[in-house]
Structure formats: structure tokens, C-alpha cells
């Protein structure tokens, strides 16, 4: 533990805290299955409760033995406080945020590590005490501090305040939004000043009770939300003349715990808490894991992964605590019941990855003192400069030890500052050996910033006490209301509805519009009256944030000075305004007050109440209550002209202030357009550089133009010459036809003068014999050359027709092998997915120092044969599988169908695993020989897809055991098939 914070302060620590069984443990005879010794945590197999193989082992922080308090090694609520508050108390006081925040399974003890249970006191109380019984003890050192508290819920990723008063907004959804510096808040969310333990122990009771709990079957007191109790613990002090300002914001955190809708049993608006919790937890979980992910790519200079901090509320709002500007400790609940064994399981391996999260925690100072110290620095500087021969030698020893330090860097960021020290160093040997000219002035300018600057801190700190300390005694002598100075328009409420009432109640007047009415009426007013006579919308007040308030009545029992108001009317200084018959309030407004003292003019004097309301004070208890109010009045007078003189000091420091700065930045301003010359100079030379580069390039770019103008022409002569090369040949075939229907005509013009020269020689029954040869002959030659032209047309058809199918056949082979090249590059990917995830595991196993087993050794599955039911009609083929888990071995009898459902319910649950692998096909009229090599793709199937399933780490078929893997899968249920039973 030790070794691991000197190596990196900003570790995440983490504490696991593992608590007494329940009664519902007890009832259920359940055993403890966790071990600790010393910072080890050992959880064991309920299966194998002897078996070391069977044993998981973590290292942490801390492991703290809560199960028995008779055990020598049990840990207190006091030595939880010990180990972690007191780190937390530490670095509040040195200027570091910290956060808490607890994990685990409903039920696992969370809240009671927090927040505590009767006389044992948790964490949160804990370290509030500590902290103002330090600052108690600390008193005495001229050191000031304040704290400020505000305590939230997270339910059903809506965020409520826990500490609001009014009964409307104990139920509003706040929202989440971004400062560009301070990172994520809740907008709206109540800040109330604490001064003692007493106070913040009022506000934490007060928030407890409107917390969000609720009875499972897990938990009688389930929290069914997130709660977040935030402290911002602020110190300042002056250190040897030097301004010390140091906040620190401290984030405790109760989460929900981690539920199975199985377990707790939860249905209807506990499913859906339950359904959030688990939402937020898992986002949770995957922020943790890119944490620590990204902590081991900056060790290693890899790319830092994403971090979902958006994708939950929760861990929006933790975005600092959990990677960022904190020192975070996570404390995790566990149970120890065998029955909890894979919720356990999981929070121990959830723990170890938080580890591994580095983060960067910085002591957070105010800017101005930051700029104090670099200004008393620079002042000791420029004075060793001033020290002669001996400031040179120092100097020059101060250089020779940089020169060294950069021979010696072994890293990167040990060269770095090296090389800014030996610059350092060498402007000191130059400075020093130039002589001391100008330096006297400098220390001079610097010392009177220096205390220009500590002055003006010193004041403000004591402006802010002192209008605590009003506050504080405000609080003391009238309760809950406020007596603050304001310099802007208020009401003061005369509370003549109650006689017990010792305190006056100031209403600020924000700029824009006022509301006043009935509390938990739509809109909510902005100020709520009530009592005889008031409406639900009384009035509204307009101010324009300068110097005019114009009151605007809706209800008709509106007065001013005991007159009705019905229209708009401008409210002036001193006038009393009455809503209703009870509610009476006196305007006041400092600007208006200043203008009349600047001006020298005198406020008509007029009855207190006016005409109407002064019936309402002849009892002398308002008599007395006039005079207090006169008395307060002339008391704030005084301290407004105290404020006034403070403030007129405070704008001649700020103008002296203002009148040296802005010499200095003049003098900055003339060397930074020395520099911005120079730069220019350079940017004129690179833009010529750029423009001759730009007529290059585009010179070239016209050469390719012309050169794709000229392959175009070439392209379309080439396409022109093919054209008429197509054209002649065209031609020529034209050509050859001809010649041969000519050669066709001469035959039978010759064969016609041939046969009418055969006619004229012959007999009248020669000429009809010759007749009818030719008229054969003719048919014959033209039957000839019809079923020419079928043949030639039908062969060319054929050649057409097979020619199509060569390249339908050509694409279907081309299709089959891109599909079957697909499915083997799926198959590959998925492989080296699951060798990877696998590899992965592996690592994360060795890291944890655990050791996952086997497939072979885990499980065994085997179909041996299979057996035939029903009739001869009916008859069906069972399928016999023999299945061992851990050494328990049993058998069940199951149909091709339950294989095919069972497949398609993995695919659905572990697509990773299931997806590709291949499932033994259907066939309508099986034989022998198929039904026997179905029983082999079966038995190969559930191998194959258990293997994947188990080295992927994938439930439910991972890290189980035949009670879980029967819950979770009825397939693996003892006994006939599924389908048979009624």
C-alpha cells in the first residue's frame, strides 16, 4: 500500500469492508464464504468450499473484518475513521478536494459505513466533527475558515434537494449544468452556511429524512437513490506576511446498491428504481474501467480511451472525483453469505479495477494569492541578484547543477525541467554578471504589488467575516430570518399576524419581475404570504434593476399607505405596503436613499402604516416593535456609510492598483509588438514562401489539365477511328450480300432464258412436264433457304442463350465465393475477438493475481445416443446429454426442438458467443446416417458454444454453478423433455 501511494499519490484508494450476516442469511443457512488477512480479500466457491484451486484472491488498500465482533481482527466504525476520515480531514486542510463514495449490493452495509447506525457513528458524521474540532484547535493561529454544506438525491436520474424547506420544491427535478472552470453542478440547489458540528448535524438528520428508502426482499431499508453530501471547507490565513487561501471540496457519497429484480423480488415502481440503479451503476463500471484503462495508456503513451461521464447523472456529477482534481477513496460493502456469492464476486472484481485509476490532485489557492507568492518569489530573486561576486558564484554553482541535472534525466519530463532550470539559471549568471542597474526599481514596483494585492485580500477576507458574523447573530437572536445589509430594493416583513414573532424578515426584490402569493399554487410565487385575504396570485413587483419599482396588483386587497391600489403604481423609500389583512411590509431602497442624500432632500415624514394598517398597530407590543425597527433602521444607516468609506478606500487601492498594472502592461505591450513585428516579418516571408509554392502548384495543375485535354482527344480519335472501322466493316458485309443476291438473279434469270429457250424448242406436253420440273425445282430452292434461315437463327439463338447462362452461372460462382470468403473472414474476426477477449482476461487475471480454469477442467458435455418415444404415428427422436459442472455430473433427455431454442435464447443473451457458432441444420425426411451426424453437430454445438461462452467470461454460462445454470437456463433442468411436461 505504501509502495503504491509513493509511486502515485494520486491513486484511487480503495477499502473493502465486509459486514455480519443478515437475518435472511441465517434463516437460509447460509455460510461464509469470505476470508481477510492483513490488505487480502479471499472469497471461495461455494461448490468447492476447501478447494484453493476454486479460491479468488484480491489485494487492496485496506480489508477490513467486520463479521464478528468476538474476532481479534474485527474492525470498528472508529478504525474505518481512522484509516480513511482522517485522510480525508488531512487533505481538506491542505487545499485538496477528496471524495468518498460507497459500493455494493443492496443490503451489503453501505449506509452504515457512511452514515452510521444509533452510538455507531459512520464516516460522514465522522469527518464533519473532525473537521471543525481542528479548525476549533487551529483557531488560535489568526486562521479564518468557513464551510458550506448541500446534500442531494439522485432518483430515477432526477436530482432533488434534501435540505429545501418549502413543500413544492421537495419534489423538483434540479439540472445538471456545466461552469467552464468548476466543472459540472446542480443549478438551483440550496448552499446553507454552517459554523459548528451542531448545525451540520441538523441539516444531515434533516436531509436523512427525506432520503428515498424502501422494504425488498433483500433489504427492510433499501436506499432506492444516490445520495451526494457535499462540503466546501474553506481557510485563510496570513504565513509569514504571505496570504494563504486554501478550498478544499469534499464530495460523500452513499450509493445505491446493485440488485437482481430475481433476488429482491421487486415488481411495479421498485423494478423501476431498481432498473435506474443499475443504469447509473453500470455507466459507473464502464467509467472506472476507461479510467483505469486510461491511466495504463498514459504509462504506456497510448491513446486515452473515451470517458461516458454524460451517460449517467451520478457520474456527471463525480466527473472531478472520480478522474480529475480529488483525492478519491472507494469504500466497498460486501456480503459474506454464500448465497451472495456472485454479487460479491462481482463488487471484488469492480473494486479492482478502481485501483487502477490515477488521478491529479492539485492544493487549490486563490489566483491573487498564487500571484502574491510568484511575486515574493521574484523579489528574493532580483535581491540575490543584487549580491556582487558572491551572487555570482552562486549563480554560477546554481548553473553548473542544472547542466548536471540535464546529463542525468532519464525521462522526458526530467529533461523538460531540467532545461527549464538551466535556462533559469543562466539568465540569473547573466544577470548577475551584468551588474544590479534597474534592479532596485523592480524590487521597489514588485514590493508594491505585492502589497497592494495583500491589502486588498485582507479586506475582502474581513468583509466576508464580518458579514458572517452579522449573519451568525441574525441567526441567534430572530431565528430563521436573515438581517443582512443590501443595496438593493427589500421588503420588510412587520409580521402583525404573529405576536410571538421577535425577528424581522427581509424580501430581496431581484431584477425583472417578483411574484407574491399562496405557497404550492401554479406558478410558484417567488415570495409566499398567507393568511385572510390573499389570493393565490397577490401582486407582482417590477424592478428594472436601476433605480424604478412599479407594483402591479392582480388581487384587489393590495394597499400602499393604507390606500386600495387597483392599477400600476412606482413604490417609493419608506412606504408601507399591506397584501391581504394581515400580511404588512415596509419598503426600503438604499439607491433611492443615497439619491436623496446626494441631492440634500428630505423624505416627507407619514405615518408608519398609512391610514388603513395603522388600526392593526395600537397594541404596545407594535409600539415597541416600531421603535426596534426605527433603531435597526438607523443602525443599518451607519453601517452603509462605514461600507460607503470602506468602499471609496477600497477604490483608491484599486485605482493605484489599476494605474500600476497598467504601466506595466504598456511596457509589455511595447515588447510584445517588438515580438509581433518580428513575427510579421516571418509571416510576410512564409506567405511569399506560400505564394511561390501556390504558383507552382498551380502552374502544375494546369500542366495536368492539359495533358487530361489531351489523352480526352486521343480517347475519342480512338473512338471515332473504331466507329468507322465498325461502319467499313458494315459496309463490306452490305457489299458482300449484294454481290451474292446478284450472282443469285443472274443463276436464275440464266436458268429462265435457259428454259425459255427449252420452251420454244419443245411440245405443248414437253412445256407443261418442263413446267412443272421448274416450278419444283423453284420450291425446292426456296425450302432450301427458309430452313437455312431457321438454322442460322436458332443457332444464333442457342449461342445467345448459352452465352447468358456462362455469365449467370459465372455471377452465382462469383456470388458463392464472395459469401463463403465473407463468412470466413466473419469466422476469423470472431475468432481473434475471442482469442483477444481472451488474452485479455488472462492479463487481467494475472494482474489481479487470480487465475480463471479451463474449459476442460470446468466443464464436460457429451451426447452419447439417443433414444425414439411415442408411436408409430407420433414417434420423435430424444436426444441424451451428459452434462458435469465442477465434478457434479447429471443427465438430461431433450428434443431437436429444445436444442433450436435453446440456441436462439443464446443468441439473443450472448450474441458474442452464440452468433458464430454453426448450428446443426433441419432435414423434412431424415435417415439413420443423418440423425447420427445430427447428434454429433449437437454434441460439437453446446462444446463449442459453452467454450466460447466460458473463456469470454459470459453469463450465465461462465462463473456458475448447477444451481445458478438451472435458474438460468431450463434447458439444463434434469429429467425428459421440456416440451412433455403439462
Keep these: ?190 448552499v446553507h452556511d454552517v459554523t459548528d458540528f451542531n448545525s451540520i448535524e441538523q441539516l444531515m438528520e434533516l436531509g436523512n429524512s427525506k432520503r428515498t428508502t424502501a422494504k425488498t426482499g433483500m433489504n427492510d431499508t433499501s436506499s432506492r437513490s444516490h445520495s451526494l453530501f457535499t462540503i466546501v471547507f474553506t481557510q485563510a490565513s496570513m504565513v509569514n506576511g ?79 472525483s472520480l478522474g480529475g482534481n480529488s483525492k478519491t477513496i472507494m469504500l466497498a460493502a460486501i456480503s459474506p453469505a454464500d448465497i451472495n456469492y456472485g454479487e460479491t464476486l462481482s463488487t471484488l472484481h469492480y473494486a479492482n479495477r478502481a485501483k487502477n485509476i490515477v488521478n491529479k490532485p492539485i492544493v487549490n489557492e486563490d489566483p491573487n494569492v498564487r500571484l502574491i507568492k510568484e511575486l515574493r518569489e521574484e523579489i528574493a530573486r532580483l535581491r540575490l541578484l543584487m549580491g556582487g561576486e558572491e551572487a555570482i558564484a552562486k549563480a554560477q554553482a546554481a548553473y553548473d547543477e542544472a547542466q548536471r541535472k540535464i546529463s542525468s534525466a532519464t525521462t522526458e519530463e526530467e529533461k523538460a525541467a531540467a532545461e527549464k532550470e538551466v535556462a533559469d539559471a543562466e539568465k540569473a549568471l547573466s544577470a548577475a554578471k551584468s551588474g544590479s542597474e534597474g534592479l532596485q526599481a523592480q524590487i521597489a514596483q514588485s514590493e508594491k504589488m505585492v502589497n497592494a494585492l495583500t491589502s486588498t485580500w485582507q479586506d475582502k477576507w474581513k468583509n466576508q467575516t464580518r458579514i458572517l458574523e452579522d449573519r451568525q447573530l441574525a441567526l441567534k437572536e430572530q431565528g430563521r430570518a436573515l438581517h443582512v445589509e443590501s443595496e438593493h430594493p427589500h421588503l420588510v416583513s412587520l409580521s402583525l399576524d404573529d405576536p410571538l414573532a421577535t425577528g424581522v424578515v427581509m424580501y430581496y426584490l431581484h431584477e425583472g419581475e417578483t411574484r407574491l402569493g399562496r405557497p404550492n399554487t401554479d406558478p410558484l410565487p417567488d415570495i409566499e404570504i398567507q393568511g385572510d385575504g390573499v389570493e393565490d396570485q397577490q401582486c407582482t413587483i417590477d424592478y428594472d434593476g436601476v433605480e424604478k419599482v412599479v407594483l402591479k396588483p392582480i388581487a384587489m386587497t393590495c394597499y400602499v399607505d393604507g390606500e386600495q391600489v387597483t392599477e400600476e403604481r412606482e413604490l417609493n423609500q419608506g412606504e408601507t405596503l399591506q397584501l391581504g389583512d394581515h400580511n404588512v411590509f415596509r419598503f426600503l431602497h438604499p439607491k433611492q436613499v443615497a439619491k436623496m442624500k446626494a441631492s440634500g432632500q428630505q423624505q416627507p415624514k407619514k405615518s408608519m402604516l398609512g391610514k388603513k394598517s395603522s388600526l392593526l398597530l395600537k397594541s404596545d407590543a407594535a409600539d415597541q416593535r416600531l421603535e426596534e425597527l426605527e433603531r435597526l433602521h438607523k443602525e443599518r444607516e451607519e453601517k452603509a456609510r462605514e461600507q460607503q468609506h470602506l468602499h471609496e478606500e477600497e477604490e483608491h487601492r484599486r485605482a493605484t492598483l489599476e494605474e500600476e498594472l497598467r504601466t506595466q502592461a504598456e511596457k509589455e505591450k511595447a515588447e510584445l509588438a517588438a515580438r509581433l513585428a518580428q513575427l510579421e516579418e516571418m509571416v510576410r516571408k512564409k506567405d511569399e514562401q506560400m505564394l511561390s509554392l501556390q504558383q507552382q502548384t498551380e502552374e502544375q495543375r494546369q500542366r495536368e489539365a492539359e495533358l487530361r485535354h489531351l489523352a480526352d482527344l486521343r480517347e475519342q480519335e480512338l473512338k471515332k477511328k473504331e466507329e468507322l472501322e465498325m461502319k467499313a466493316a458494315e459496309t463490306a458485309r452490305l457489299v458482300e450480300e449484294e454481290r451474292k ?63 447468358s447462362n456462362e455469365a449467370h452461372a459465372k455471377e452465382l460462382e462469383e456470388r458463392e465465393r464472395l459469401k463463403a470468403q465473407a463468412e470466413q473472414h466473419a469466422a476469423e474476426a470472431q475468432k481473434r475477438l475471442q482469442e483477444e477477449a481472451l488474452k485479455r482476461q488472462q492479463a487481467e487475471a494475472q494482474q489481479s493475481g487470480t ?108 462463473d456458475t454453478n448447477r444451481e445458478r445454470l438451472m435458474e438460468d437456463l431450463p434447458f439444463f433442468r434434469p429429467g425428459e423433455a421440456l416440451m412433455m411436461r403439462p
Aim: net charge neutral.
Design 741 to 803: 443476291r446478284r450472282e443469285e438473279l443472274e443463276m436464275l434469270a440464266a436458268e429462265e432464258r435457259q428454259r425459255a429457250a427449252d420452251m420454244m424448242a419443245a411440245s405443248e406436253e414437253e412445256r407443261r412436264k418442263l413446267d412443272e420440273k421448274y416450278r419444283q425445282e423453284t420450291e425446292e430452292r426456296l425450302r432450301e433457304r427458309e430452313e437455312a434461315f431457321k438454322r442460322q437463327a436458332e443457332e444464333e439463338a442457342n449461342l445467345r442463350l448459352q452465352q
Design 1 to 190: 500500500f505504501f509502495e503504491r501511494n509513493q509511486m502515485s499519490e494520486g491513486a484511487v484508494r480503495v477499502a473493502v469492508r465486509v459486514r455480519p450476516m443478515n437475518s435472511r442469511e441465517v434463516e437460509r443457512n447460509s455460510k461464509c464464504v469470505v476470508q481477510m488477512k492483513n490488505n487480502q480479500t479471499w472469497i471461495f466457491d461455494p461448490k468447492h468450499p476447501e478447494s484453493e484451486e476454486h479460491c479468488k484472491k484480491f489485494t487492496f488498500d485496506h480489508s477490513y473484518w467486520s463479521f464478528d465482533e468476538k474476532d481479534a481482527h474485527f474492525t470498528s466504525q472508529e478504525q474505518v475513521f481512522h484509516d480513511l476520515g482522517e485522510d480525508v480531514v488531512k487533505a481538506a486542510f491542505t487545499g485538496f478536494n477528496a471524495c468518498v463514495f460507497a459500493y455494493g449490493q443492496t443490503g451489503a452495509g453501505k449506509s452504515y459505513s457512511m452514515m452510521g447506525y444509533g452510538d455507531a457513528v459512520g464516516l460522514i458524521p465522522r469527518i464533519c466533527e473532525a473537521l471543525f474540532e481542528r479548525a476549533a484547535n487551529q483557531g488560535a493561529d489568526d486562521t479564518t475558515f468557513t464551510a458550506t454544506v448541500s446534500y442531494l438525491e439522485i432518483y430515477n436520474e432526477n436530482v432533488r434537494d434534501l435540505l429545501t424547506d418549502s413543500e413544492a420544491k421537495k419534489t423538483a427535478h434540479l439540472r445538471v449544468r456545466e461552469h467552464p472552470q468548476q466543472g459540472p453542478y446542480v443549478e438551483g440547489l440550496s
Design 242 to 320: 504571505v496570504p494563504s487561501e486554501k478550498i478544499s471540496k469534499i464530495n460523500l457519497v452513499d450509493l445505491a446498491g446493485s440488485e437482481r429484480s430475481s433476488s429482491t423480488g421487486a415488481t411495479g415502481d421498485r423494478l423501476r428504481e431498481g432498473s435506474n440503479i443499475n443504469k447509473s451503476l453500470t455507466t459507473l463500471g464502464l467509467v472506472i474501467s476507461g479510467l483505469a484503462e486510461r491511466s495504463a495508456a498514459q504509462s504506456q503513451k497510448k491513446k486515452a480511451p473515451f470517458i461516458p461521464y454524460r451517460d449517467s447523472v451520478l457520474t456527471y456529477l463525480l466527473k472531478e
Design 851 to 958: 487465475t480463471r480454469p479451463t474449459f476442460d477442467s470446468v466443464w464436460s458435455i457429451s451426447i452419447p445416443k439417443a433414444h425414439t418415444r411415442g408411436s408409430e404415428g407420433n414417434a420423435y427422436l430424444v436426444y441424451e446429454v451428459h452434462i458435469g459442472l465442477h465434478g457434479d455430473k447429471w443427465k438430461i433427455h431433450r428434443r431437436y426442438s429444445e436444442f433450436d431454442a435453446l440456441h436462439k435464447k443464446l443468441k439473443q443473451e450472448i450474441p458474442q458467443a452464440a452468433q458464430f457458432v454453426k448450428f446443426p441444420g433441419k432435414k423434412l425426411w431424415p435417415d439413420k446416417a443423418f440423425l447420427a451426424k445430427r447428434r454429433e453437430g449437437l454434441e460439437q454445438y453446446l462444446n463449442e458454444v459453452i467454450k466460447a461462452a466460458h473463456d469470454l467470461n459470459l453469463p450465465p454460462l461462465a
